[in-house]
Structure formats: C-alpha cells, structure tokens
C-alpha cells in the first residue's frame, strides 16, 4: 500500500472516530471524505485506461525516476573509477570527443552531411562494468550523439569505444522526412568501415 493511502486511510479513519455521533451534518462529512478520496490533490491532465492520472500519482513516479537516476549516477561514478584503475582511458572519453568522433562517422563514412544548421544534443555516455573476473570489457562505454534539424530531421549515432579510447563499432541512423537510413559500422583490418547499410 503506498503512502497516500495510507495517509487517506489513517484520515479518514480518524474523522470517523472524531466526529461519528456528534453534531456534524453527516451531508458535510461525507462529502468531505468522499472529496479526500477522490484525490484532492487534482488531476495531472494525464490518462491511462481512460483514467486520469492524480497529481499525487505522477509526484509518486517523479521521485520514482528522480532516485533512480540518482542510483544510476552514483553507479556510473564508480564504474568509470573502476574502468579507469583497471588501465582504461577514461579521460580521453568525454562530450567532445564523443561529438567529434560520431560527427566524423556519420559524415565521413554515411554521408549524413550533418551541416552546422543541426543541433548536437548532450552526448549520452554509459560506462560498462568490468568482467566477472575483473577485466577490461571489449567495450568500455556505449556513447550516444543526436543532431537535430530545424525541418525535424535527425542524426543519430550510437558508438562503443575500446579501453584506448577508439570507436570500434557504430550504429549510425539518419532519420529524413519520417524515413530512417541505417548504416552497421563495424572495425574492418583495423579500420571502421560500413559492415552494412539500408532502409529501416
């Protein structure tokens, strides 16, 4: 049972056993519980089922995500310690490095002409455990960059990166008019190169 229930349950409770049998008009009493259980709290202007979602709901989901994502962050502070005390250039690995080298990707090798009208969002990197056994992962972090268009268009470029901090896989799509392009990078005799490509 979450807390607002209870919290609802405990008031209502409380209101039976302060005023049941006492001068109140039993109209306002229950009008009055029936207006705390229906959530007075108001509505998100959200639905689900046909429902609409209470703000008490969505506060209850927000700090939900809010202690995740705090967990997560703590979680990747420690990886990237981890990574780097085990021999990984974790340094190397940062935001501009990640926009440069996805920008080099795209352009250079899928022809995504990204041009300096798109925008770059902040670059998503997620570092990656070490193995069960405590060593260097062939893939030390996964690496995200978007580049948007003023028409709607997009760049996206999804990137894994070695422990000396190179891109040796990528997953480039490019979104034009609603339709996706996809191009498979994969390290070809030590060179990244286009493993395959096509309409999504």
């Not at 998100?44 to 809010?66: C, F, L, P, Q, W």
């Not at 990574?83 to 080099?104: K, T």
Request: glycine share 10%.
């Amino acid at each position: 049972m979450g807390f607002f229930k209870e919290a609802r349950n405990a008031f209502v409770t409380a209101w039976h056993e302060e005023f049941d049998g006492k001068d109140v008009k039993k109209e306002f009493r229950d009008a009055f519980i029936e207006g705390w259980e229906n959530g007075w709290s108001g509505g998100s202007g959200i639905y689900e089922n046909g429902r609409e979602v209470s703000n008490a709901e969505m506060e209850r989901r927000r700090r939900a995500h809010d202690e995740q994502e705090a967990a997560y962050m703590r979680e990747q502070v420690e990886t990237r310690r981890a990574l780097a005390d085990a021999g990984a250039n974790v340094e190397a690995i940062d935001a501009a490095r990640v926009l440069a080298g996805a920008r080099d990707i795209a352009d250079g090798l899928c022809r995504a002409r990204i041009g300096e009208a798109a925008k770059p969002c902040e670059p998503l990197i997620d570092w990656r455990p070490l193995t069960k056994t405590g060593k260097l992962p062939k893939c030390v972090t996964r690496a995200t960059a978007v580049w948007d268009r003023p028409n709607g268009d997009s760049v996206i470029v999804h990137m894994g990166y070695t422990a000396d901090a190179r891109p040796y896989t990528a997953d480039v799509h490019i979104w034009t008019a609603g339709e996706r392009y996809s191009y498979k990078i994969r390290t070809v005799d030590g060179e990244l190169a286009v493993a395959g490509e096509g309409p999504a």
